[in-house]
């Protein structure tokens, strides 16, 4: 899942699309409305492909946890985030089952299952999963790349 360029505005709701840089900032789109807003540098804005989920074990970057859900639930919404919280707790379980849950609040897991339920509400989980596709799909196979290497000998 490519979240290299969207972004969480802090004190904005929602998600957005990075689109041009200036020199004093930048322009991005809501993905709830469309808008287009101007961001000043001095905005505390994190992109989601920097963000990181505690583990036992380390952090796991935000992208893989969107690919578990995302496989989880065939590229279809997740739970909602308004669950109760041991709903919450229970479902990212099964996500990433080795999470530290002391240092993850219950609030860090509704905003990831809000952000994936925006995120794929846009069609932008399935638009990675067929480019992937298309991506296998137009590497020549081994035959065929001997195929025309044999006929540029000819």
Do not use: C
């Not at 990181?52 to 578990?68: C, F, R």
């Not at 995302?70 to 479902?91: C, F, M, Q, R, V």
């Amino acid at each position: 899942m490519n979240l290299e360029k969207i972004l969480a505005i802090s004190g904005k709701p929602g998600l957005y699309l990075l689109k041009v840089q200036t020199r004093s900032g930048f322009v991005a789109e809501s993905l709830a409305d469309g808008k287009k807003i101007t961001v000043n540098l001095k905005s505390n804005v994190s992109l989601l492909s920097e963000i990181s989920v505690y583990t036992y074990e380390g952090e796991q970057p935000l992208a893989e946890i969107m690919k578990k859900i995302a496989a989880k639930e065939s590229n279809g919404p997740a739970i909602s985030h308004k669950s109760d919280n041991a709903t919450l707790a229970a479902y990212f379980k099964e996500i990433l089952a080795d999470y530290d849950e002391e240092r993850v609040y219950p609030s860090d897991i509704k905003k990831i299952l809000n952000w994936y339920n925006m995120i794929q509400a846009k069609g932008l989980v399935v638009d990675e999963v067929v480019a992937e596709e298309n991506v296998v799909a137009e590497t020549p196979s081994d035959t065929e790349a001997e195929a025309v290497a044999e006929t540029q000998k000819k």
